[in-house]
Each structure stands twice: as C-alpha cells, then as structure tokens.
C-alpha cells in the first residue's frame, strides 16, 4: 500500500515563493481575508543571531499528512469529512463538511485567525459563511469609471470566477471550495491519482520538493529520507519534533541545512 | 450531529479508491468514486514569454477554455531548465487585474499633479489616436519636431519599428529608453575591461568558488530560475561568498556573507587582487608569468613591465603600480568594514579555485556615483582567475543570429534628416554625462536626466511625449522631479496596462495589451552557455479593447498622420514589412506586427542557413515551439587576442575597433583611455578635467586602471547619520506586480519582509537609540524628500545602515498597489522619492546603490 509523504531539501530550496504561489494557481485558493490565509502552503522564517552573525532561514509549509491526524480525529460528522485516505492523504470531502472548524482548532499547524494568534501560517482555513469565496473577483468597483474594470467583471468577461480558475475534478473537493466549509492542502490527488506530481512539487525550480510512498524503500522520499536525517515540524512556530518525539506523526519530512555556513549564533 | 442525506449517500465512498495512484494512468480521466472524472480540465499549454524580470524566461501557460491559468517554463529550454520563479506565476494576476485600462481614455481636468484626479473619460480608439497625430502634426508644421519625445520602458525586440523607426522618420532625435535607470554602470565593468557592453553569463554548475557581489541571483538579476535550479549543488560543489550590506537569500546560504560597508566594494575587490597578486594565484594560462618565473609583486613595490611576459591580457604590472600595491587587506579593512583575514581567504579561495571561478558584478556594487571603477575592479578579478571565457567561469552570450528591421533612412525627408541629428534631450555627451555606452561619448542614455532637461528646456523644450511600458514618475530616482517635469509637458499621451503613477499625468491614455499573455513579439536572452530566442506571444484574446504598443499602435498612428498628409512612416511600414513568405504587403496593425517578426527572426526558422542550435523547420514550427536554444557557447572563444577587432572603415580610411583597443583582456584600459581622452577634447578639458566634472577623484593614470573610489554620500553624516539601501525583491515585477494580491501576500518570501507591508530594517542597536520599537511608524528623510513607512529590527543589516526593498509606495496604479487609490495615498514608500537624482556619469546611469543616500529616521 502506498504512504504518500514529502520531503523538503533545505538546502536546495531558495524560498524562491515559487510553490506557495503555484499551489494557489492550481487550487484556485482565495485571497487572505478575515485571518484565514487560504494559502494551502506557505513559509514561516527564523532569524537569530546579531550582525553580522546573523542567521536566517525559510521552512516551506504545507499540510504535515499527519498519521495521528487530530484534524480526523474531531471530525463530528460520519462518515468524517476530515478523513485518511488508504495511501496516508488526510483529504476533505467538501461536501460532508459543516464548517464546524473543530479540525482547525485541533490542528497543531493551524490558527482560527492568524492575525489574533499571531501566527506565521495556518494549514486549514475557513471559508466565512457569511460571504461567497473569492470577494476579489466579485466587487464591483471600478478605479476609473468606464476606463477600468472591476473584480466582477474580469471574472465574467473571462468566464470563471476567479478569472483564472484551473478546473479540475474530484469526488472529495471541488477546485473552488463553497463558503461555509474549511479547506487545506490535499496532496493535489486529483493530479496525484492522474501520475502528476503535487503542483508545488512539479513547480520547484531547485527540485527541493521530492513527493512519493514512503513504503516503497526505492522512492525518491526513501532514499532521502534514509540518506540524511529527516526532521518533521511539531507546531506552526517553526519548532522541530525532538528525536524520540512523535507529534502527530506528520509526513513532510525536512532534510539538509538552509545555509551552508556553521552556526556561530 | 445531524448529516445531510447527500452525504449520507457519498459515504460508502468515502474510503478506497478505485483506481491506483502513482504511474502515469493511459486513460484520460481516473474514475471518481461519484462515477465522474478526476482530474484536470483540458487545457493546452501556449508558449510565450516572461517578462516579469530581465531574465525573460521562455514559458508555457496552461489556456483552459481561453482562460490563462497557469504558468510553467518552456519545457524546451536550457536557459530556465522548463520552470518559472515566483514571478512567473504571480502575472495570472496581472492579465486579470481588475484595475487594467480597458478603454483609451482622455483627460478632462487641465490641471496636472499628484493627488489631481485627472478625470479620465472613455474616449474611442479614434478620437485618441486622431488627438495624439494633430499634436505630432503641429510640430512638423512649426519645423520643430524634435520637441517630440518617445519614452521606452519595458520593450520587446519588436522595439525598433516604434523606438527606433518612428522618432526618427518624424524628425526627432528623441527616443529615450530606460536602460540607464537600473543597470548600465555593470556593463561598463565589462567593456572597459573586456570590451563587452553587455550582461554576462555565469557557468555556475561548473564553477568551484562564487563570489555574488552586490546581488543575489536566486532573487533578481538575470538568470533567475538557472540559478534557483543550481544553487543547491553549488554549494556542495563550491564556496559561495555572498558580498552585500545587506542579508539577502544568497547571503543567508551562503558559506560567507561579507556584509561591506556601501560603497566600499572597490577597497575590497582592490585588495583581493592585491593579495592574488602577491601569492602568486593568478592563472598563468590567461595573465601570463614573470619571464623568470620569479613572483616580484611585493607589497609597496614597484615592479619593472619588462619582467613580466602577458598572455591575454594588457597592463597587469600597471595595474599593480598605479592602484594595487599598497591596498592591502589590513588597508581595505578599515574602509570596508571586511575583517582583514576574511578578505586574505576569499583571495586564496578564489586563487586556489581558478580559473573555475565566478565574480558575479551585480548593480548594487556598481550603481552609485563612483561605481564605475568598482565594477571594474570587481569584473577584473575575472581577468586575474583566466574565468574568462573559462568553464566555471564567465562569459558572453552566444550568438542569436536575428536580423535587424529594414533601413528607413529612404523614408526620413528633409525635415526629418536634419532634425533627427540634433542633441538628443537627455543631455548624453554633455561634458557631465560622457554616457560612455561602447567608448563613445554620449553612446548611452541618461534616462534619469531628461526630468530636468524638460524643466530646464536644454536643449529643447518638449511639447508632445510619449510613454510606452513605462512609469518614470515612480521607476527613476528623484521623482519629484518627474513630477514637476510631466506637469510641464503641454500634451502627454501614455500607453499601459494600468492608470500607474506617469499615468496621472496624460492628457491621453491608450490600453495596452500585456505582455506574455497577449502581445506578440521576441527577445533574446541567455543563461547556461546558451542563447536563447523566445517567442512572447497572445495566448488568450484579451478581455479589453487593447492594442500592442510597440506595432500596433505605431501602425495605427502611421495611418492619421498620411491621413494628416505625412505619408512617410505610413510608406515605410508599408513597403518595407512584407511578410518574408509570401512578399504580402501588411493591411493592417496585426499583419505588420507579424511580418516584422517574421522578418527579424526568419534566420531561424527560414532554412537558408545553418545557424546551429536546434533546427526549426519552419515559421508555424516556431511559433508551436515558441523558442530556439543555440549551441553552447564555445569556452575560451576569445582567447587568443580576440577580446577586440579591429576593420578599415570604407569612406573614412580610419581604423574602427570593436571590443578592447589592445585586443587582450585590459587591467590598464587603452579603451577607456581613448573614449575619456576623445570626451575631454570634445570639451576641450583633459581627462582630469573630466573626471572632476563627474565626481571621481582619481586623477592621470589612475583614471585608466580598476580603483577604489571613496563612495559618495548626499546628505552630511551629522544630519543624515544613516545610510539607505535599495533592494530587489523577490516578487517585483519590475515595479508592476504590486496591484497583485499575490504580491503582497508572499512578500515575506524577502528575508525580513512581511506580507502586505514596506519594512525599513534597522539594526536593533540603532533602534534602541531613537526608541524604536518593531512595528512603528517612522519617517525617513533625505536631502530631497520624506516617505513614511513601518520599521523592522533587523540583525541582517549593519548598524548605521537602513534597507527597504523596491517596489511599494505606489500612489497610484490600482487598489491593491496604493493604500487609496483615489486619494492617491501610498501603501508604504517609494525608495525613489527619497534617492534623489544623481549619477554614475560615465556610463550614464541612475545612482541607486552603494549608500549613496543619507537618511535620518523618526519615530512618527
Ligand atoms: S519552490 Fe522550491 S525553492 Fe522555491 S520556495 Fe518552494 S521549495 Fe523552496
Ligand atoms: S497538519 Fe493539521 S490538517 Fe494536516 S493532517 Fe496534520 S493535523 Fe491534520
Ligand atoms: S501538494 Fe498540492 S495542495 Fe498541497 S501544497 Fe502542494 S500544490 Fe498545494
Ligand atoms: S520573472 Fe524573470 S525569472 Fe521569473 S519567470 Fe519571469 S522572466 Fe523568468
């Protein structure tokens, strides 16, 4: 059976933006709004260290695939929207969701509100009951009346709302979520399960992102992970699980350093 | 918990799936559990072009049903290895920005200025072009159409039917790009060293030490992607040194940041070749040896030039006894700021290395008022290690083997003859801007200057201006002074994508399609020791009634001014852009359009010569490939005195050179020399005449060798005691993509940058003294202007020194990129408003860089 996982090699990545970005032309995410951040991967950055020893480094984030997923666990709804599917993706079904937002208060790697916590990111985001998804490409003003358009508009001369909606199908998820529900990284199986890689993966220019089943000892994903020593996010403050920790058994693994020098901060 | 009966029903589905994952499936679509299809809508992939930053990718866009909506790079190209950066991906957002003029517009208040609304009303694509020929009209009537002006910014290769061509055939001196505003100081490094006026190509993958200096190539500069895709490899294959005052991405990964105090870049790159020098780590093979094989360069000693035999390269041994041999690393520490040590090991690394080794001169190191010597002295250290044309090392483009658009000269009447030769208005040539572009005096274009060449009306008032792809008001340093310069200009017309900053000011505004999703055109790029030709093509229909600036709209005005009785840019379109094919005649603005990219290109793609690299057959194949890679450029090309080339001109019996007068690579510049020399007789001065009026201090033959010039600060360190940085971020477009969400979103992505916010970093000890806490606001002024923005503690740059990214402050150009765009409130502050205008004069260009402005900062 597959265990789909992702491993992050540090060192190669430039965090570039590219895969944040790509993910949400894939998926057609909103625009941040009302502290949810609907960015299904993002980053969160360290800095320590005076000058000039200072340091820094950038961790790409995105839903951990969690194998003790609390997400699944305080799903109420039977049969759960938050669910694991048999290859190890926690996967929503839109449809059986109730914006209930239990699995986004129980997972360690998301925020309520980013902005009132504080926090750098958020893998589960809500889609407000109160407003249709994608307020941007429904608003109707326009800058220079009759000279430039509006949201609304753009989206209906283009057709789609938003206008650049890749259109993809899956019997869990649709490509633009409805309001009133969460949503979150799925591994992109819609591509997965067509032998595509995750979007994000597909559109790292280092080739930092490896994605595969980390049961098949000759995957790309095993081989890094048994090559150097892998390291799993324990919250969404950047903090690692410690060795013996187990966390909630999360399935994006990090390997390699950042940077290149040794640490003097 | 109540459950819906839908879900009800979808949930005996819910847990195994019916067809396998991983390994590509043959069948179109994989089953849903609910009976229907997984996957991706249909879609093809169109390709186009990038131009999100120079590095002008070759890319695929993903057209759904007419809808672009995603971005990869050409899965043919070496030059981006088939992916985009971040930037790729974020201009969806731009083809769909909700604030894109979809009308040509006409201005209805008179009254000119920031924070004037203009009101813009919808006018017909007619009653636009109509208004601008009149005025263009007026001039030739008044036998003054040199106060026409033709501003450039972002440009295809289809650029000359407009820029050149058009100015020219009406009678105008004045086509003015924007060349200068950001990078030519770099290119002067290159030719007067080794006679190359251009960008260069670094062969990173093969190179076993790299030395960024004044940029960061994962972030900006010209291979952008090329080096994404490497950098991981390089820096277990090599040791990478990152030089810059600030923390950029590459100085964060690399294996040494040298945070150098601004300006100082020449101390550094002097006593770098000092130390190679007098250890003896020159490559041999390039700069040749001591007759004897005795090493005489010894600190504060001169060495006699006929000890010395040279190979490649022309006035090592001057070079050393004119500038080197007392900068010594313990000397160069002290102005730098660089541990003396440290600066020793970067020698012996780079010496130990060679000739696999790459000093990467980017702008930051040589964008300021002194910074032409420092990107010199940087760029020969290239000379030092035979990186030359060396693999691992660096190198020119290969060859993109297009041709030229068809002579006008037939078509320019009398008129046009005599006035298209007058001084051109941004004041090239004069005694302070030698604008020295290929040796010649007023070769180059002084973009920044021609603001107060409109307000000083020297040498000619303007009248009628056109912009293209442009926003000078927001892109050049001093915008103050473009302000005032636009109000001024009676009759404005712009062409853009967006009501930008320079927008506010045109009595009229045509709609521009954008490029890389519906313009149609090329460029020519490289990276990897590959030259690359990309297509930029339309890849959807665009949404508005828009026109392509640099053929369209020419065209289109080529036809009211015959209707005007000015038949001559009409005639020239018409007669000279047949398509190559079929000896058709254009009929229209998308015809010419085609045809001259077919004729420029047609080397490609004709079949009548072996060009090498990949063999296209035929104009539809290159249009469905959208791009052409050349062979790999051929290492140690020009080895061999092959730095330079000299021909007989036919008519004048003189001898021309093209590339370095001695034909070596030149530590002493005979070139330099000659083109100084010639500017100063011009001028009727000396060289040192020359180089007091530009603000260089060296003097005699210093003046011919790479050299530390002190930098140059405006503002007195007592009432401006910080120094202001400017950097590239990651997500700018070239200043265009902050309308997008995407933008402001992932700006953070920028090390000590966060989303939707304009940060100035200041070290946390200078933050404690003026009790400034992270978050608040602060005001920074310099000697010509005041922005406010948030302040950022931030141990990633040096006490005394602040940095904020370019980009932000736009007070205009849509609702995302402006706080309130109908209030014209900024959302931060434009770097340039505080950088006043000044100059790296020999080459021309826009100081930006090298902490040239003074700043005080307070808490607000
Ligand atoms: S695309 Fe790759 S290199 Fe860029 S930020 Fe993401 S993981 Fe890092
Ligand atoms: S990261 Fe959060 S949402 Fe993702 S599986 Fe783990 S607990 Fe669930
Ligand atoms: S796997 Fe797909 S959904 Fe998840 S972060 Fe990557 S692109 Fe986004
Ligand atoms: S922004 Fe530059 S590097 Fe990025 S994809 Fe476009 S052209 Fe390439």
């Known amino acids: 059976m597959n265990r789909y996982a992702m491993v992050i090699d540090l060192q190669k990545c430039t965090s570039c933006g590219a895969c944040a970005i790509a993910c949400k032309t894939e998926n057609n995410t909103p625009n941040r709004s009302k502290g949810q951040t609907f960015n299904w991967a993002d980053y969160i950055h360290e800095a320590k260290g005076r000058f000039p020893n200072m340091e820094f480094r950038t961790i790409p984030v995105l839903c951990n695939h969690c194998s003790d997923a609390p997400c699944v666990e305080v799903c109420p709804v039977t049969p759960k929207a938050m669910f694991k599917t048999k290859d190890g993706i926690t996967m929503h079904n839109d449809e059986r969701c109730i914006g209930c937002r239990r699995c986004q208060r129980a997972c360690p790697y998301s925020a309520q509100d980013v902005d009132k916590d504080k926090a750098a990111y958020s893998v589960i985001s809500f889609n407000d009951a109160s407003s249709e998804p994608h307020g941007f490409y429904r608003d109707t003003k326009e800058l220079i009346k009759g000279c430039t358009a509006s949201g609304k508009e753009i989206a209906k001369k283009a057709g789609s709302l938003p206008p650049d909606h890749n259109r993809y199908s899956h019997q869990d998820y649709e490509s633009v979520r409805r309001k009133g529900i969460v949503e979150k990284c799925i591994f992109c199986e819609h591509r997965v399960k067509k032998g595509d890689q995750p979007y994000c993966v597909a559109s790292c220019p280092a080739k930092a992102r490896v994605f595969g089943d980390v049961n098949d000892k000759k995957s790309d994903v095993s081989r890094l992970i048994k090559k150097y020593r892998p390291l799993s996010l324990k919250n969404n403050k950047g903090a690692f699980l410690k060795d013996q920790e187990k966390g909630t058994r999360p399935h994006v693994y990090y390997v390699r350093s950042f940077k290149a020098r040794p640490s003097k901060a | 918990m109540k459950i819906k009966r839908r879900d009800f029903l979808k949930a005996s589905v819910a847990a195994g799936a019916a067809v396998a994952a991983n390994g590509p499936t043959l069948n179109a679509f994989a089953m849903g559990q609910k009976g229907g299809a997984i996957g991706e809508t249909a879609g093809d992939w169109k390709p186009s072009s990038c131009q999100g930053c120079t590095t002008w990718c070759p890319v695929e866009i993903f057209v759904q049903n007419g809808r672009a909506v995603k971005v990869r790079g050409n899965q043919y190209s070496k030059q981006n290895d088939g992916f985009v950066c971040s930037k790729g991906h974020i201009s969806l957002q731009q083809l769909y920005d909700p604030d894109r003029v979809k009308v040509p517009m006409k201005r209805t208040n008179l009254k000119k200025g920031r924070g004037i609304d203009p009101k813009f009303v919808p006018i017909s694509w007619d009653e636009a072009l109509n208004t601008i020929a009149d005025r263009m009209m007026e001039l030739r009537k008044t036998g003054d159409p040199e106060k026409f002006l033709l501003m450039r910014g972002r440009y295809t290769y289809m650029r000359d039917t407009l820029y050149s061509a058009l100015p020219k055939v009406f009678g105008s001196p004045n086509s003015i790009s924007h060349s200068s505003i950001c990078a030519e100081a770099d290119k002067f490094g290159s030719y007067f060293t080794e006679g190359l006026w251009d960008y260069r190509d670094y062969d990173l993958s093969h190179s076993k030490y790299v030395v960024l200096w004044g940029m960061d190539p994962i972030s900006s500069n010209r291979m952008i992607p090329a080096s994404i895709k490497r950098f991981g490899d390089v820096l277990d294959n090599a040791t990478v040194v990152a030089v810059d005052p600030r923390l950029s991405t590459a100085a964060a990964k690399a294996h040494e940041w040298l945070p150098v105090l601004p300006g100082t870049d020449g101390a550094l790159a002097s006593a770098i070749a000092h130390v190679i020098l007098k250890e003896g780590l020159w490559h041999k093979e390039f700069v040749g040896d001591f ?75 040589a964008m300021h008022v002194r910074g032409g010597y420092t990107a010199m002295a940087i760029h020969a250290l290239n000379g030092l290690l035979g990186s030359i044309d060396n693999k691992g090392g660096v190198m020119p483009s290969a060859k993109v083997p297009v041709k030229k658009i068809p002579k006008y000269s037939k078509y320019q009447d009398e008129l046009a003859k005599k006035h298209s030769k007058k001084q051109k208005i941004d004041q090239r040539g004069y005694l302070t801007f030698p604008a020295l572009k290929k040796g010649k005096s007023g070769g180059g274009v002084v973009t920044n200057n021609v603001a107060q060449a409109i307000l000083d009306k020297d040498p000619n008032e303007i009248k009628v201006a056109i912009g293209y792809m442009n926003n000078f008001v927001f892109s050049s340093t001093g915008t103050g002074r473009w302000e005032k310069a636009l109000e001024k200009i009676p009759f404005f017309a712009h062409l853009t994508t967006n009501a930008s900053e320079m927008t506010q000011y045109a009595d009229i505004v045509l709609p521009c399609a954008i490029t890389k999703y519906e313009k149609l055109g090329f460029l020519k790029t490289k990276a990897n020791g590959y030259a690359t030709c990309t297509l930029v093509q339309p890849v959807v229909k665009p949404l508005w009634d828009v026109k392509m600036d640099e053929t369209e709209i020419p065209w289109l005005l080529a036809e009211k001014l015959k209707e005007r009785g000015f038949s001559n840019l009409y005639d020239y379109y018409k007669n000279e852009f047949k398509d190559p094919e079929t000896g058709k005649k254009p009929a229209n603005g998308r015809e010419f359009t085609e045809y001259s990219l077919k004729i420029m290109t047609a080397p490609l793609w004709d079949g009548k010569k072996d060009v090498g690299g990949d063999t296209i057959k035929g104009w539809e194949e290159f249009k469905k490939r959208g791009m052409w890679n050349s062979s790999h450029y051929k290492y140690k090309k020009r080895w061999g005195g092959k730095f330079g080339k000299d021909s007989v001109d036919k008519k004048t019996g003189k001898t021309k050179t093209k590339g370095t007068k001695t034909h070596k690579f030149e530590f002493y510049s005979e070139t330099l020399k000659e083109a100084l020399g010639k500017h100063a007789k011009k001028h009727k001065t000396t060289v040192n005449g020359v180089l007091k009026a530009c603000n260089y201090t060296a003097r005699d033959e210093r003046a011919f060798v790479p050299h530390y010039e002190p930098p140059y600060r405006r503002g007195s360190k007592k009432r401006y005691p910080f120094v202001f940085i400017d950097y590239k971020s990651k997500l700018s477009r070239e200043g265009r993509s902050q309308n997008t969400p995407w933008f402001q979103e992932f700006k953070h992505v920028d090390p000590g940058d966060q989303g939707w916010q304009d940060l100035l970093k200041i070290n946390p000890k200078d933050a404690k003294r003026l009790k400034i806490k992270d978050g608040d606001t602060v005001k920074v002024t310099s000697t010509v202007a005041s922005i406010v923005v948030t302040a950022k503690l931030w141990e990633g740059i040096r006490p005394g020194t602040v940095s904020k990214a370019y980009g932000q402050g736009h007070w205009a150009y849509g609702r995302v990129a402006a706080e309130n765009y109908d209030a014209a409130v900024p959302r931060g502050g434009n770097n340039n408003t505080i950088m006043p205008a000044d100059y790296e004069r020999l080459s021309g260009s826009t100081a930006r860089n090298g902490g040239f402005t003074g700043v005080r900062i307070q808490k607000v």
Do not use: C, M, Q, Y
Request: net charge positive; charged share 25%.
């Open chain 2, 291 to 365: 007759k004897d094989g005795k090493n005489r360069f010894r600190t504060g000693k001169t060495v006699a030039a006929s000890t010395f035999a040279e190979k490649e390269t022309n006035g090592v041994v001057a070079w050393w006894n004119i500038e080197l041999k007392n900068k010594t690393p313990g000397w160069a520490a002290k102005i730098t700021g660089v541990p003396s040590k440290k600066i020793t090991a970067v020698a012996r690394g780079l010496g130990k290395a060679a000739p696999h080794a790459i000093v990467w001169l980017g702008p930051g190191a």
